[in-house]
């Protein structure tokens, strides 16, 4: 079963990117699909994105349209989040998550630990 | 984007009592709903899929039901351990939008 690393805490100002690495170990993967989910503290989870490496396809929620890009690299089994413009509203816990690419659509079963961004000046 | 609405925000009740948190999707997706649990501090944790299908290693306490709009979780017998947050997900198609969570607490 795959089993997803991210990328350790950052810490970013205001006006600045962020690129957000999740790693998948022990599973084909593109046999899957891969989600970013966000928690900003205190709140509840928000979804950002989809990506389906075996078809090259990628959706975003309609909030972080332009503004997030999620890649994804067949050579190294990794999966990308960029985030620009940062503001202290991105402030938040970033997971990523993933799913059977097949016979779907599936759940979210397979999570990593998370990533802490924090943005201020 | 389309809206999951759980209800209620928050819940306090005694062990071994039934719980019962429902989710309500703005359009139609038949039984693509998902509940999650996540406890302070720690990665959400998938219960349910296809709105009723226990996912492995979940206690058999934890049921779900519903399709098309309405859905429900629930608790048979309240468990100390279960005090958390719990969120239904949509994920017919994208965008997979989260409820905006239920927290269980233990009177």
């Known amino acids: 079963q795959v089993q997803l690393v991210q990328s350790g805490a950052e810490v970013k100002k205001p006006g600045s990117s962020v690129k957000v690495s999740c790693k998948a170990s022990?599973?084909?993967?593109?046999?899957?699909?891969f989600t970013w989910v966000r928690q900003a503290p205190g709140h509840g989870l928000e979804w950002m994105s989809r990506i389906i490496p075996i078809l090259a396809i990628t959706d975003y929620a309609q909030k972080f349209q332009g503004r997030v890009t999620v890649t994804a690299d067949k050579s190294t089994n990794t999966v990308y989040l960029e985030m620009s413009s940062l503001t202290s509203d991105d402030t938040a816990m970033y997971y990523c998550a993933s799913a059977s690419a097949f016979d779907g659509p599936n759940a979210f079963d397979i999570w990593g630990q998370g990533t802490m961004v924090s943005v201020s000046s | 984007d389309i809206q999951m609405t759980q209800s209620p925000s928050s819940l306090s009740a005694s062990i071994g009592d039934r719980v019962t948190i429902t989710c309500r999707a703005g359009e139609v997706i038949g039984t693509y709903l998902a509940w999650y649990q996540q406890k302070p501090g720690k990665v959400p944790k998938l219960l349910i899929y296809a709105a009723s299908t226990l996912q492995s290693g979940v206690p058999s306490r934890f049921s779900g039901s519903g399709s098309g709009t309405d859905f429900t979780l629930t608790i048979s017998s309240l468990q100390p351990e279960d005090a958390a947050t719990y969120y239904c997900?949509?994920?017919?198609?994208?965008?997979?939008?989260f409820g905006g969570g239920t927290k269980v607490e233990i009177k």
């Open positions: 997900q949509k994920y017919n198609s994208d965008p997979h939008t």
């Open positions: 022990g599973g084909t993967f593109t046999s899957y699909t």
